[in-house]
């Protein structure tokens, strides 16, 4: 019986870091809730490491990709279709920079700080130079 007990605790504490992450929904839009076009809604997402973040076209010819020099080292990187939704889960901290590719000039940015303390890459983040209103 105490070994049923002690593997049924273990599995229980295997399982917690994953019953504790969180799912975090940004849109692709044509126009956002204050009426600026071309955003990612919302533009800015605080997550920890474990979490899943789900990107959703919600309006208009959008993709997501991330944005190179804004991406932490270790996490893999993606290029999104046209049109298509992406989920990932993050993996490491750090700021974890997305853009939609045709409106990247127009500002169409958002941003992942996954981690509570400072980011790791955050020295070569800001040394990224953006194009237009990105």
Same mark, same amino acid.
């Given at each position: 019986? %105490?070994?049923? +007990?002690?593997?049924?605790?273990?599995?229980?504490?295997?399982?917690?870091?994953?019953?504790?992450?969180?799912?975090?929904?940004?849109?692709?839009?044509? =126009?956002?809730?204050?009426?600026?076009?071309? !955003?990612?809604?919302?533009?800015?997402?605080?997550?920890?490491?474990?979490?899943? =973040?789900?990107?959703?076209?919600? /309006?208009?010819?959008?993709?997501?990709?991330? =944005?190179?020099?804004?991406?932490?080292?270790?996490?893999?990187? +993606? !290029? &999104?279709? *046209?049109?298509?939704? /992406?989920? +990932?889960?993050?993996?490491?901290?750090?700021?974890?920079?997305? %853009?939609?590719?045709?409106?990247?000039?127009?500002? *169409? #940015? &958002?941003?992942? %700080? #996954?981690?509570?303390?400072?980011?790791?890459?955050?020295?070569?983040?800001?040394?990224?130079?953006?194009?237009?209103?990105?």
């Amino acid at each position: 019986m %105490k070994t049923t +007990f002690l593997c049924g605790a273990l599995a229980a504490l295997a399982l917690a870091p994953a019953a504790l992450a969180e799912e975090h929904r940004i849109e692709m839009r044509n =126009i956002g809730s204050d009426a600026q076009p071309m !955003v990612f809604q919302p533009a800015f997402v605080q997550a920890e490491v474990g979490d899943t =973040i789900v990107i959703v076209n919600a /309006m208009g010819a959008h993709n997501v990709q991330t =944005i190179e020099g804004v991406w932490p080292e270790g996490a893999d990187s +993606f !290029v &999104g279709s *046209m049109n298509q939704d /992406m989920t +990932f889960t993050v993996t490491e901290e750090g700021l974890h920079g997305i %853009k939609c590719l045709p409106h990247y000039e127009a500002g *169409m #940015v &958002g941003l992942i %700080k #996954v981690g509570s303390g400072g980011a790791p890459n955050q020295a070569a983040a800001d040394a990224v130079v953006h194009p237009g209103r990105a």
